[in-house]
């Protein structure tokens, strides 16, 4: 669970989500989605911790997760000069073991893998 995530339901059976500032009713937010003739759905993810190992989808770089800026999520590279990038949420998965495995490699070489 989230830190500070409360599921309320009413008498009526209706269930509200609450994230912080956030208050989010579900089924109003899927029928609308679903008016509005989305034809893909995307779960929202959690914010990854500082330092979380990660793909960009988009580009196939491997980078740790540096903080959110706006509705993206800074990346740096964990090969080469680590330059930092952006990237869509959506375009992002957590790294697999043997993507852990290989930056591990780099960090112990000097980053010079990949």
Not at 40 to 47: C, E
Not at 72 to 90: I, M, Q, S
Request: include cysteine; charged fraction near 25%.
């Amino acid at each position: 669970m989230l830190p500070g995530l409360k599921v309320e339901q009413a008498e009526s059976g209706d269930c509200r989500l609450a994230l912080g500032n956030l208050d989010i009713d579900p089924g109003k937010e899927l029928a609308f989605a679903v008016l509005a003739g989305a034809s893909v759905l995307h779960a929202i993810k959690a914010v990854p911790n500082a330092g979380e190992l990660l793909v960009d989808t988009s580009t196939g770089r491997l980078g740790k997760f540096r903080g959110v800026e706006g509705e993206r999520w800074r990346l740096a590279g964990v090969f080469g000069n680590g330059e930092p990038w952006t990237a869509d949420p959506h375009n992002v998965r957590e790294a697999t073991v043997n993507e852990r495995v290989r930056a591990d490699m780099a960090a112990v070489i000097g980053g010079k893998a990949g």
